[in-house]
């Protein structure tokens, strides 16, 4: 069964960090194109981060540029995204995403909440 499960989230303090975690199953994330995504409260879903199959090329969405960094540990057939200099904006539910032909379907994501 293909399957990713978020987590990693909790209640930081502007400023701080986390590190989010994807553990993924049923395939390898190795050969998959990853993305981490996030949605706050009455907005819409926007790109966060993305890691793609070959020479682990990296892009980011304008809010995380230069704050957050994406990762893959094929060993563990995990994703990550350590966030850093956490800003209250930044509160959201983080989903990790593989392409659609591996899962069309969103987990239940991890939520992050900045605030002091």
């Known amino acids: 069964q293909v399957k990713l499960v978020e987590s990693g989230g909790g209640l930081v303090q502007p400023g701080g960090s986390l590190r989010l975690s994807c553990a993924a199953s049923g395939f390898s994330v190795s050969s998959a194109a990853m993305s981490w995504y996030r949605q706050a409260p009455g907005k819409e879903r926007e790109l966060v981060a993305h890691i793609n199959t070959r020479g682990f090329s990296t892009t980011f969405g304008d809010s995380a540029k230069g704050r957050f960094t994406i990762s893959r540990d094929n060993v563990k057939n995990m994703v990550y995204l350590q966030m850093n200099n956490l800003k209250p904006e930044d509160t959201a539910v983080y989903f990790c995403?593989?392409?659609?032909?591996?899962?069309?379907?969103w987990g239940q994501g991890t939520l992050v909440t900045v605030s002091s």
């Open positions: 995403r593989a392409p659609p032909n591996i899962l069309d379907t």
